[in-house]
């Protein structure tokens, strides 16, 4: 990912950061410019909760070359506590504690580097709530 659009992207994720149609009420993240219910162009900014659940999952074990180093690791959509649903890592659990439906808070954690002086890339991962 460019400078640019990480920084152009950082609101969202690192405050978890929707959109909210003002017509139709329907919640986007990451945000768009038009809703696709509607069509409305005016939004209103809301922070979305950082608890939810596990909706699906996979674990990933030949990763792309940028996450190698992290290999075996989970994949997971989670089901946020009002509807809005996220794709993410999954981290600091053993695989076999995984399931449907396990309840799960984000947490702000290094997502990947850039090289060795390249740009660190941060977000959420879903950790499995205790």
């Not at 768009?32 to 922070?47: A, P, S």
């Not at 074990?61 to 999954?90: K, M, W």
């Not at 995984?98 to 977000?123: S, T, W």
Request: charged share 25%; glycine share 8%; hydrophobic share 30%.
């Amino acid at each position: 990912m460019s400078t640019a659009n990480s920084w152009r992207e950082s609101p969202q994720r690192y405050r978890l950061e929707a959109n909210k149609c003002k017509k139709s009420g329907k919640i986007f993240y990451p945000p768009r410019l038009i809703c696709d219910e509607c069509g409305g162009r005016e939004f209103e900014k809301v922070t979305l909760p950082f608890t939810g659940k596990l909706v699906t999952y996979t674990v990933i074990r030949t990763p792309p070359s940028e996450f190698s180093d992290l290999a075996p690791y989970a994949l997971g959509i989670v089901e946020l506590d009002n509807g809005v649903r996220t794709h993410c890592q999954i981290a600091d659990c053993d695989f076999d504690q995984l399931k449907v439906g396990l309840p799960v808070k984000m947490e702000f954690r290094r997502i990947q580097e850039d090289g060795e002086a390249g740009m660190i890339h941060y977000g959420h991962k879903a950790v499995p709530q205790q």
